[in-house]
């Protein structure tokens, strides 16, 4: 079966702490290059039948009023950390303007800690008001969204599990720094692929730049943007610069097109 058509947008490109951070004066946190403006990590995924983010960040709000989304059909997510739920609230907007509550993709895991943080809606008797959601339970066997046929990609954050997901000839994986031989089979044979690589510095959980390249040389993988980058990395046109060929630092408002 032929894979649809997707158009992802980068609605978001740094890590937790965003680029520039509060406080810093580093050359990167000063830079005047909108390159080096980089909200939490977060895509949009568009197909002929669906429009998708993956994950809700702080940012959340900012990005779809950024993105000019209008219409958002369901959101997929990675893992629990709060710089990729954060902005679930502002799912309100999207229950008044499509008047039904928005389907989310969780794994166990996540939905633990959205019914923690989030505890209000998923009330029996909720106030009027809050977000309205709707629960799909998702582990490691591929889902579908519409049109979309959606394959997890497991993926360990040093001892939290995370999942990647991958569309068709498109991966995304982020807040990684080790995949098993079993998920980078998974991985083989995608066309383009988003890996994060945070920093040239070793990082308890997170794929240094130079790790993230040895991962995707490994796979194959011919076209490689990354993502969840932090100020340490460094400007974006002298990293973009020093990289082997075929791979860029991704950028906030980076648009890519894979063809079914
Ligand atoms: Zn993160
Ligand atoms: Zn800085």
């Known amino acids: 079966m032929k894979y649809p058509p997707i158009q992802i947008t980068f609605l978001g490109t740094g890590t937790s702490s965003g680029v520039p951070m509060i406080g810093c004066d580093c050359d990167v946190c000063i830079s005047t290059n ?3 403006k980089r909200l939490r990590s977060s895509i949009k995924i568009v197909s002929p039948e669906k429009i998708i983010v993956i994950d809700t960040t702080p940012d959340f709000r900012y990005q779809m009023l950024r993105s000019d989304t209008r219409r958002l059909d369901a959101i997929i997510f990675t893992h629990p950390h709060k710089d990729h739920i954060a902005g679930l609230d502002d799912i309100r907007a999207y229950n008044y303007l499509m008047d039904q509550p928005m389907e989310l993709y969780v794994n166990a895991l996540t ?5 923690r943080e989030f505890y209000y809606a998923f009330a029996e008797n909720k106030l ?15 889902f579908t969204v519409g049109d979309l046929i959606v394959q997890p990609i497991p993926v360990w954050h040093h001892k939290m599990p995370v999942l990647g997901f991958r569309f068709g000839d498109f991966t995304y994986i982020t807040d990684a720094n080790r995949l098993e031989e079993v998920s980078k089979d998974k ?5 383009i692929m988003v890996i994060n690589a945070l920093r040239k510095e070793k990082h308890l959980s997170h794929f240094t730049l130079a790790e993230a390249i040895a991962l995707v040389q490994e796979l194959e993988i011919p076209e490689v943007y990354f993502t969840h980058i932090s100020h340490q990395l460094g400007l974006h046109d ?7 060929k ?10 890519l097109v894979v063809s079914g």
């Not at 939905?111 to 019914?115: F, K, Q, V």
């Not at 991985?187 to 066309?191: A, D, I, L, Q, T």
């Not at 002298?238 to 082997?244: D, G, K, M, T, W």
């Open 128 to 142: 009027p008001g809050v977000p309205e959601i709707k629960l799909f339970h998702i582990e490691n066997q591929p």
């Open 111 to 115: 939905e633990e800690a959205l019914r």
């Open 238 to 244: 002298q990293v973009e610069a020093e990289l082997p």
């Open 246 to 255: 075929g791979m860029h630092l991704a950028y906030d408002g980076k648009e």
């Open 34 to 36: 909108k390159k080096d």
């Open 187 to 191: 991985v083989k044979g995608s066309k």
